[in-house]
């Protein structure tokens, strides 16, 4: 178990290196900076800024900087969005909104997308089964955009009182129905989808032909006995998406207008702020690999048969 530990902490640091070079280096690459928006900006004033904030050096210098500061556990501070603001502080401001959202729909996704999917497996080739197929497909192929464009249309714009088109921090409860819907929707088809191939896996066991001859009721066989295989597989996918949805969905927060840790990214994109860029982006591979890792330990504790030790040799 130790030795398992300790490889699959320093593959999540070789990762988690990757991203920040790949991050940092493709940022810079795109035309622009963030201050060549500033309108009337004289060339002396645009050199004393980037002198400023180290714009001026050779991009391996930047990257050295930035990564010392890291290792301090300093992000940096906003270039323009909320200038000279610690960007530590604005993801623990900005932080909690995604959680709000993202919790509610990793929590209807999985419970929904589990009990879907068994559902289906156990009803195989009847008209149940077919309906669901093809209703997660659609869900796994329709881009989020386009389901939030339909719900903003379709229902804020005749409910906009119960389901407003603009969800901020102090909204009711119910604004953030159909955010989270849409954000837990592709989710909670992928999820069906996983559950139903891996009961069907469960449910051809031989162990499964014993329980019925042992005449036990269904509803112990498909929850006492398939359903704890069916549910490894699941889990798998179920980790790195609590971490993506977590962290907020950029589309979903941005058209819905929620003032989570998603749109703000996307906003710090579009006005080139560095720091914010990159500690978003490692933020959230950290959250990935972190919820990778527990996963893996969840594999053990769900099947004991599961010999992690020999995975990793």
Known sequence: MLRFIIKRVLLGIAALIAVTLITFYLMNLIPGGPFLSEKSLAPEVLAAMNAKYG???PLHQQYFTWVTDLLRGDLGVSFKMQKNRPVLTIIKEMFPTSVKVGSFAVLWATLFGVALGSFAAYRR???ADSVL?????MGVVVPAFVTASILLVVISGNLPKIFPSIV???APWHAYILPCFTLGLNPMCNIARYSRAAMLDALSQEYIRT???KGLS???II???ALRNALIPVISYVGPMIAYVLTGGFVVETVFSIPGLGRYFVQSVQNRDYPVIMGTAVFLAFFIILMTFIVDILYKLIDPRID???EAN
């Open 55 to 57: 714009l001026n050096k």
């Open 125 to 127: 080739g009847r008209l």
């Open 133 to 137: 197929r093809v209703v997660t497909t």
């Open 168 to 170: 901020d921090r102090h």
């Open 211 to 213: 329980a019925y001859s």
């Open 218 to 220: 269904v509803r112990a």
């Open 223 to 225: 929850f006492k006995h």
């Open 308 to 310: 992690i030790t020999e």
